[in-house]
């Protein structure tokens, strides 16, 4: 403590036994100045470190060390737990999981609605949609049966079936 090393110290200066010798230092001052210095108290014992608390209880068919594979990584309980039970405690699909890499593109939402959206590009107009036709092409020789007299339609339908060949087309017509 301070009071001990200041009494020591007063001890063991030199002008220390002149200033006890003066007699100017009232009674029992000078016993104590003179004493043994205390023994230092011993410290108190540090206290007994406390028991680690039981593991948390994981929902039935959690893998436990796969579960504290991964929370020693810093992923949250709950989320672990959802990416453990998606990989059949498959680690390694966990992790993947959790780090986001099994995304399926249906999560991600719809793609942006222009190119280079979200890129730091200008914003362009999509080109205009390529018309559409809506009725197949005629086959060839559609009017060479209807100069026959049969219709359009039954000479299409006609030529669709023989595979474009006039003759055979004629000949289904025919009958």
């Given at each position: 403590s301070g009071a001990?090393?200041?009494?020591?110290?007063?001890a063991r200066a030199p002008s220390a036994s002149r200033f006890l010798a003066s007699g100017?230092?009232?009674?029992?001052?000078?016993?104590?100045?003179?004493?043994?210095?205390?023994?230092?108290?011993?410290?108190a014992p540090a206290?007994?470190?406390?028991?680690?608390?039981p593991p948390a209880?994981?929902?039935?068919?959690?893998d436990r060390?796969?579960?504290d594979s991964l929370q020693s990584m810093g992923f949250a309980r709950d989320a672990i737990i959802g990416a453990l039970?998606?990989?059949?405690n498959n680690v390694d699909e966990?992790?993947?999981?959790?780090?986001?890499?099994g995304v399926a593109e249906a999560d991600l939402g719809p793609p942006?609605?222009?190119?280079?959206?979200?890129?730091?590009?200008?914003l362009v107009a999509p080109p205009p949609p390529m018309p559409i036709a809506l009725h197949r092409a005629e086959p060839p020789g559609v009017d060479q049966i209807t100069a026959l007299g049969f219709s359009r339609e039954s000479a299409i339908r006609a030529l669709r079936e023989n595979d474009n060949n006039v003759e055979r087309a004629v000949e289904s017509l025919l009958g």
């Open positions: 001990a090393v200041d009494q020591e110290m007063f100017r230092v009232p009674p029992g001052v000078a016993e104590g100045l003179l004493a043994a210095p205390a023994a230092p108290a011993a410290p206290p007994a470190p406390a028991a680690p608390a209880a994981l929902p039935a068919g959690i060390v796969a579960f039970r998606a990989s059949s966990a992790l993947m999981s959790l780090l986001g890499e942006p609605p222009y190119p280079g959206m979200n890129r730091g590009q200008p």
